[in-house]
Each structure stands twice: as C-alpha cells, then as structure tokens.
C-alpha cells in the first residue's frame, strides 16, 4: 500500500449494493467527512436490486465510475455477491486480496494480541470457475497456477511485511500432495523472500495452519497463499475476532482497488438502523493508508478503538443497544 499523501482531493466510486450496504456506506462517508481530506464521490449501482431494475447485476457504468476514480468504496451484496465482485476483481485485474484478522475490544475476540494479514492470490488457482462435468456422474474443476501470478502476489506480500515493519512472511499451501501447483508455489516464495533478507521466513501446509490460527495465533504476522486457501484461512480467522461483521477486506491491483466489509447484506436487519458500520469503516481505514492518508487513517481507527473501549454506543451484535446513526455519531465525536 501506498505510505505517503499523493493527492489534495480523490474522487470515489462508492457502491452501496444491498441491504445494509447502503446503511453502513452512509455511516462511513459521514466519518469520512468529518476527517481533513477532500473527497468527491461518484455513485454506481450493483447487486440484487440493482438486476431487478436493470437486468444486470453489474452495469458497464458502475465498472466506468471505479475504473475511473481513486479507489471503490463497495458496501454489500445479496445473491449477486460473489459475481459482483469477481467480475470487479478480473475486470480491474484485483491480483490481491488483503483479509487483517486484528482483535479490537469488546469483539468477542478469543485472544487478546491477534494481529496478522493474509494476502490471498485473486486471480488464478481454483477460482478460475474452469468446471465441466464429463459424465452424469462425475465433474472436473481445473487449478491453474503460474509463476507470473505467484510470483507478484508473493512479492506484494513482503513489500507488505517490509511497509508495516512486520517481521516474518508464511507461506501457506499442500506442496506433498499438490507437488505441482504447490510445489511451484513454495519454490516461488523462497526465490522471493531472497530478496528481503532481513524479513524471516517459513512455510505450512494449509491443514496445519488451520490448527496452528487456532493455538497460536499470535504467531503470525502475514500469510501469503493461494485463492482457495485464502478465502478459507480468511474466515477462520475472522472466527478469532470476532466473526464476519467486524472484518474489512481490500481489493488491490494495477489498475485499481476496491474495498469492503466482508459480511452480508444482511436483509433481516436492513433499514431498522441496527447495523454495525465498523467493518465498513475499517475498509475505509485500509482505503485512507492506500491512499497514502496514514494520519487521517490513525486517527479513524483511534476514534473506533476508543468507541470499542467505551462501550457506550455498541449496537446489538456486540452486546448493546446503539443505533448505527449512534455509533456513527460517537465515532464522529471522538475525532
């Protein structure tokens, strides 16, 4: 990510989506307001509504506004998720995704000191959708693995670790049963981390790290591996901390980034100003230090710790009674 301020104003494409999408959205542009920083938002539609109305679940329009802008602000999509932000992922060519799994408190975090980053390749492995059924009885899901892909994502893994002043990299793959892929993967990542001597190193296999997130987790610092790997350890780790609604998530790639929480739409609660904001304004939080906003980006998340400490204006699923309109305003407050 970026480390230093690059512009006086960015423009923004904020695609609210879904259900509490637009809520959360709401509630994060409000901070982002409060904050020194000129923003100019431009707005596109996508997800379930958005195909009801128009067919499409992802306009070419909306794919316009975020080429174009800075960087996307996405809030969340029902059943069209997962094709909504794929096909932003392969059109914007979105090789990385960032997953920080961090305890905050009052989350119901299992540990006290969990920390780390997983990077995830986006763009190959088993989330090519290359699928075929050969017979009524049986289907074949190819995994492409290349060396140019591997090779970026792991690299953009140690510049990460470097930027942040982490200190060790984990590679995470199946290398003696994918002895190919795998292979190549883990063979890939050393060749990298020769490049960044003064950042330790080591590798586990996938099972073995879904145990280790489990006993010891303060171990980590930042994990690098495949798709498929990734979306799995990701949600595993989300598990530590809390769950789902409290995780942020970056998109990044050449030719821009994308950032969002990843919970649900969560139609249930949608409208009833019950939703919690906090996992959409820690993507905000990831989206200022890609900017290059890092002090605006402290400030943010130190006016959500302190709402986080107090207590006071924690909506339900955190165990209070606060609105999303009082926990935004709290925040807002605390700046």
């Known amino acids: 990510m970026n480390t230093s301020k690059t512009k006086d104003k960015y423009q923004i494409a904020v695609v609210p989506g879904d259900g509490i999408g637009k809520e959360v959205m709401k509630a994060t542009l409000d901070v982002l307001d409060a904050l020194d920083i000129d923003f100019e938002y431009v707005y596109g539609d996508a997800g379930d509504e958005c195909l009801e109305k128009t067919g499409t679940a992802l306009p070419g329009e909306t794919l316009d506004i975020i080429r174009e802008a800075d960087a996307c602000l996405f809030g969340a999509a029902g059943e069209t998720a997962a094709d909504v932000i794929v096909k932003i992922r392969q059109e914007m060519k979105m090789f990385a995704n960032l ?4 305890a905050y408190p009052n989350t119901n975090s299992l540990f006290d000191d969990i920390d780390f980053m997983i990077v995830r390749e986006n763009t190959e492995g088993m989330y090519i959708a290359d699928e075929e059924s050969f017979t ?3 289907a074949i899901a190819r995994r492409i693995i290349t060396r140019e892909a591997e090779r970026r994502i792991i690299d ?13 990299v984990t590679a995470v793959h199946k290398a003696n049963v994918l002895k190919k892929t795998d292979g ?4 890939i990542f050393y060749e990298v981390a020769k490049d960044y001597p003064d950042i330790a190193t080591e590798d586990f296999y996938v099972d073995a790290t879904a145990m280790y997130l489990i006993t010891q987790p303060e171990s980590f610092e930042v994990i690098v591996t495949t798709n498929l790997f990734g979306d799995i350890l990701s949600d595993e780790g989300a598990g530590l901390v809390g769950g789902l609604g409290l995780i942020p998530s970056a998109n990044i790639g050449q030719d821009g980034a994308l950032f969002e929480p990843v919970h649900g739409s969560a139609p249930d609660i949608a409208g009833q100003n019950k939703a919690n904001p906090i996992a959409m304004m820690l993507s905000a939080i990831m ?11 402290d400030r943010f998340e130190a006016s959500i ?14 165990g209070g009674s606060a609105t999303t309109e009082e926990l935004t305003s709290e925040v807002i407050n605390n700046l």
């Not at 953009?156 to 200190?167: G, P, S």
């Not at 190549?184 to 063979?187: A, I, V």
């Not at 989206?287 to 605006?296: A, I, K, Q, V």
């Not at 710790?305 to 955190?318: E, F």
């Open 99 to 102: 997953r920080p799994v961090k």
């Open 136 to 138: 009524d009885e049986g």
């Open 156 to 168: 953009y893994a140690f510049k990460y670790a470097k930027d942040n002043d982490k200190k060790k």
């Open 184 to 187: 190549l993967f883990r063979e």
């Open 287 to 297: 989206m200022l230090r890609y900017l290059g906003e890092n002090d605006e980006a």
């Open 305 to 318: 710790l302190k709402v986080l400490n107090d207590a006071n204006t924690l909506t339900g699923d955190l």
